[in-house]
């Protein structure tokens, strides 16, 4: 029924694993002995809800990325609408929830021992600028598996920790280079620029891309409240 359409004797088994959202899950599920995960194991073996699954299994192209060297250190201006809140990192719970078999509430320990991936892409505000970044983090997709969404899931929504929301479709949350980052430049991410988690993306605006995320809700319909910068007229798509 599903094939992955890459000739398996070129393709090195990072590679395959990178491709596959099941199997980078099972690496996940594999790679770490928390009771948490324990009977996500038994469950991650039935069938994941048709077009995640689809989503997972055909990723969309991966947006070219920057050689390291093309880092803009100083070009990333923080732009905050309001304040910057100060969350503890040891008390900090990443809530998963809306139309899921598996709500979750995941401390950083939780979130940083799944894979880790670096990518250096441009980030884009509409505002009129833009900077190369590298940005490193835990690919939103493998948490979205994690949390098993049902059958018509098709957004994700946001909530962050200064009062900012937003809403994505499920195709670009799943994307390959859509991450929860936790680190910016090679170093932890700064507390101005999203810390402890934040999106980071090369496929869309810079007002996408949620800085202290602190809820992620898997919804079938789109929220009322699209984003805050949506809901002051700014495209809900945004696409890069
Ligand atoms: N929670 C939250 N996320 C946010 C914003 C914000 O004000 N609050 N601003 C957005 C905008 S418009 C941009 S361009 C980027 C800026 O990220 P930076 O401040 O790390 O450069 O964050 C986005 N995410
Ligand atoms: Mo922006």
Redesign the pocket.
């Known amino acids: 029924m599903r094939q992955i359409q890459v000739p398996k004797p070129y393709l090195p088994r990072r590679r395959f694993l990178q491709l596959s959202g099941i199997s980078s899950l099972g690496l996940i599920l594999g790679g770490c002995g928390v009771s948490l995960f324990d009977d996500v194991v038994q469950k991650a073996t039935e069938p994941l809800n048709e077009s995640v699954e689809t989503l997972l299994f055909n990723p969309q192209k991966p947006v070219p990325e920057f050689p390291a060297s093309a880092i803009e250190p100083d070009a990333?201006?923080?732009?905050?609408?309001d304040f910057t809140p100060d969350l503890d990192p040891a008390k900090f719970r990443l809530t998963v929830d809306g139309e899921v078999n598996r709500p979750m509430s995941l401390s950083l320990a939780e979130v940083e021992r799944m894979p880790l991936t670096s990518m250096t892409i441009r980030h884009v505000?509409v505002e009129g600028w833009a900077a190369i970044v590298q940005w490193g983090g835990v690919r939103l997709r493998d948490i979205v598996a994690l949390a098993q969404p049902k059958v018509n899931v098709r957004y994700v929504y946001f909530k962050?920790a200064?009062g900012?929301y937003e809403s994505w479709d499920l195709a670009s949350a799943l994307h390959p280079q859509t991450l929860l980052a936790y680190q910016k430049n090679g170093q932890p991410l700064p507390i101005?620029?999203?810390a402890p988690l934040r999106l980071a993306s090369p496929i869309k605006l810079?007002?996408k891309?949620?800085?202290?995320i602190t809820q992620i809700t898997l919804l079938s319909q789109k929220p009322p409240s699209l984003g805050y910068w949506e809901d002051r007229g700014y495209e809900w798509f945004a696409g890069l």
């Open positions: 990333l201006l923080v732009n905050t609408f505000c962050s200064d900012y101005e620029n999203g810079g007002y891309q949620s800085k202290w």
